[in-house]
């Protein structure tokens, strides 16, 4: 059984900073992207930013410049550094990743989500 467990969302003013953990355990033989999504109240869930296992990484335009993703691949972890927070960055946030939990096939997994409220 795989699990996605996040830590670090919390309450921050504007201007703040957040750094978002997300951490892979049980059965796995290889993970490929990572990634973290965000789902604000009344609106769907968006890419916030993905890596590859290789370290490549892409960023929605809203958080491009003060977000960053990066990754443990010996800790099965990533992780989001999110700076110069505003209001509209406020949301539930959800890790995802493609897991492979043995040599054939792999599998979407989510996070239980993770709350980040910017708010003075």
């Known amino acids: 059984q795989v699990q996605l467990v996040e830590s670090g969302g919390g309450l921050v003013q504007p201007g703040g900073s957040l750094r978002l953990s997300c951490a892979a355990s049980g059965s796995i033989f290889s993970i490929y992207p990572m990634g973290w999504y965000r789902q604000a109240p009344g609106k769907q869930r968006e890419l916030v930013a993905s890596i590859t296992s290789g370290g490549s990484t892409n960023y929605a335009d809203s958080v491009n410049g003060r977000f960053t993703i990066s990754r443990d691949n010996a800790k099965n972890t990533v992780y989001l550094q999110m700076n110069s927070l505003k209001p509209e960055d406020t949301a539930v946030y959800y890790c995802?990743?493609?897991?492979?939990?043995?040599?054939?096939?792999?599998?979407?997994?989510w996070g239980q989500g993770t709350q980040v409220t910017v708010s003075s």
């Open positions: 995802n990743a493609d897991i492979a939990p043995h040599r054939r096939g792999s599998y979407d997994y």
